[in-house]
């Protein structure tokens, strides 16, 4: 018998465990907001940042498939192992 109330009391302590609450808003003071406020602005900025394009190979891709013929593909090669330094 003691047994069987110790598990039903476990199983009800589960029960009251797992119940989700309602989200209550924290109320935040005048000064936090303002540091909170321009952490945002920060964050935005560093976004801005993450924004700009940089090139890549897909890029110049297309112009290279432009410029680039096999009668011209030997000079082109020279001309960007020279910009290289190689």
């Given at each position: ?23 209550q ?16 602005g ?9 924004a ?8 110049f891709?297309d ?10 593909l030997?000079s082109?090669?020279d ?8």
């Amino acid at each position: 018998m003691r047994r069987a109330l110790v598990l039903i009391g476990a199983g009800l302590l589960l029960l009251a465990c797992n119940e989700e609450k309602p989200a209550q808003p924290e109320e935040k003071p005048a000064a936090a907001t303002t540091t909170t406020a321009a952490a945002e602005g920060a964050s935005d900025v560093a976004k801005a940042d993450d924004a700009e394009d940089i090139p890549t190979e897909a890029d110049f891709e297309d112009e290279a498939e432009q410029q680039i013929t096999s009668a011209n593909l030997e000079s082109e090669l020279d001309a960007l192992e020279k910009e290289i330094g190689e």
